[in-house]
């Protein structure tokens, strides 16, 4: 049949020659290819560029220095950042991911109320970040904050604790943050993965006298390890570009004990005025993710095939 019938692919160009089916497929992607280049891969190139430069928002024009922004970072900031940066994403990680676990396991036992509960549960999740790090810059306040007067109500302290001023209990009170907001969705995902398991697998391990410790052990946990690990990696990749959690509660203080890549290349570029390093930080920042997702899509493209 003819290309005007439809189901021909090639096409005719102006001269009358006829198009193969790969020119005739490049023809149809130009406009979105245009596109994307326009709005994703030029402002990439060209940001990623300036990491070369010496540039200010402040003053015009910019010096090439080649990879001095990069080895400056690399002989000082970039090492604390990197720590701070781990610790709040595996923090942040596999604590809500053990909550959602736990709360997966009990919704999936046929508790009573379970559709209420998993309504309740979803609440920190339908927050706003901003707002949900409003409410615990509130709890962790020191002079007013609920969980001082919590406390010293029920005896545990006897003064008023500054949570967000010291450096070891301000990134524990980012990753308690993060986790009251993230936990529901990984309850959600572990839920619908424990909900495609064959009970028959569970009532045969009841049979042959197995207790719950161990049916979790030799039956839950080998079904759930890919939807686990799918949850975890995703997790992980979000944390490790998380930013408003971490700068509205502490801004990336005290002294720096909580700056995370997301907040160390906004203070450089927006309060440091220095374009170039801050395009540098996250130059490196952005190779440290393509690592991440690279995992990520092996690990789908192999479980897919």
Known sequence: ????????????????????????????????????????????????????????????????????????????DFWPVLRNTLVFTVGATIAPFVIGYALALALNSGIGASGFLRSVFLFPWVIPGV?????????????YGVLNAVLMRIGLIDESVSWLGEPVTAMVAVIVTKTWASF?????????????MPKELHEAASVDGAGAIRRFRSVTAPHMKGIAGIVLLLEFIWNFQHFDTV???????????????????????????????????GGLWMLLLLVLVAVYLRRETRNGS
């Not at 190139?45 to 024009?61: H, I, K, M, N």
């Not at 990336?252 to 160390?264: H, I, L, N, Q």
Request: aromatic share 14%.
């Open 1 to 76: 049949m003819s290309a005007e019938g439809g189901y021909g692919v090639k096409g005719r160009d102006a001269g009358g020659r006829g198009l193969s089916n790969g020119q005739f497929a490049w023809l149809l992607m130009l406009p979105g290819l245009a596109l994307f280049a326009a709005i994703i891969v030029y402002p990439l190139v060209s940001a990623l560029a300036t990491g070369f430069f010496e540039q200010s928002l402040v003053r015009p024009g910019r010096m090439f220095v080649g990879l001095a922004n990069f080895a400056d970072l690399l002989g000082g």
């Open 131 to 143: 707002v949900v790090s409003f409410l615990w810059l509130w709890i962790f306040n020191a002079n």
């Open 184 to 196: 529901p969705w990984m309850m959600v995902m572990l839920l619908a993965g424990l909900q495609t």
């Open 247 to 281: 700068y509205v509660l502490t801004g990336g203080g005290p002294a720096g004990a909580t700056k995370t890549f997301a907040v160390a290349v906004y203070d450089t570029a927006f309060k440091g005025f220095d374009l170039g390093r801050a395009t540098a930080l």
